[in-house]
């Protein structure tokens, strides 16, 4: 059974906490580029550049990732055939940019660990940050958010679910115990 335990305007505020810290810790907005996990992550990193441009003034180029191929969870039958993903939509050049890399969940750091490979496929940025809405811990890599809306403890048997509006419909973060 899924019980709320951050509502959409608990969600908004966090949001802005990030865009503020993104703001302090970069000494300004110069050569961003938020890069998007998709699916929920893309809509994060849209949120941010919007409040980004309310506070700054400034643009900030949003891309999307796609780390399907990437996985190391990925099992393809036909090892003849590989299949067809697309792997980003980044518009900008983002060599020697700093990317900050977004998802809605942070869990074993293997998302992650695909991403970085993702990205690393496309350019060289000049830095890389990872901000996610919900850290709930459970790491079996080495990956640490610079940037975190809500930490959620969890069981290993529970799940944490975003939901937003663009995607869903409606917005809360639910935690569920995997059945």
């Known amino acids: 059974m899924a019980h709320e335990v951050v509502d959409g305007s608990s969600m908004q505020r966090a ?26 992550g893309i809509f994060i990193a849209k949120r ?14 949003v891309g999307e990732l796609d ?19 697309s792997a980003a939509n980044i518009d900008v050049d983002i060599n ?7 998802d809605d969940v942070l869990f074993t ?7 970085l490979d993702a990205l690393m496929d496309i350019g060289r940025p000049k830095k890389i940050s990872l901000a996610v809405l919900v850290d709930r811990g459970h790491r079996e890599l080495p990956i640490r ?3 975190v809306g809500k930490n959620i ?5 529970e799940q944490v ?6 995607y869903d419909g409606h917005e809360d973060i639910t935690i569920e115990k995997i059945k």
């Open 15 to 40: 949001l802005t906490r990030i865009t503020y810290e993104i703001i302090e810790q970069n000494k300004g907005v110069d050569d961003l580029v938020f890069v998007g996990i998709k699916t929920r």
């Open 109 to 115: 750091g293997r998302t992650v660990r695909a991403a």
């Open 48 to 61: 941010l550049a919007k409040r980004l441009k309310q506070l700054e003034q400034i643009d900030v180029p």
């Open 67 to 85: 780390i399907t191929l990437y996985r190391d969870d990925r099992h393809v039958p036909d090892y003849h055939r590989e299949p067809e993903v």
């Open 96 to 102: 020697d940019k700093h990317v900050i890399l977004v």
């Open 161 to 166: 679910q975003v939901a937003m509006e663009e």
């Open 145 to 147: 958010p610079d940037f």
């Open 153 to 157: 403890p969890t069981a290993s048997d």
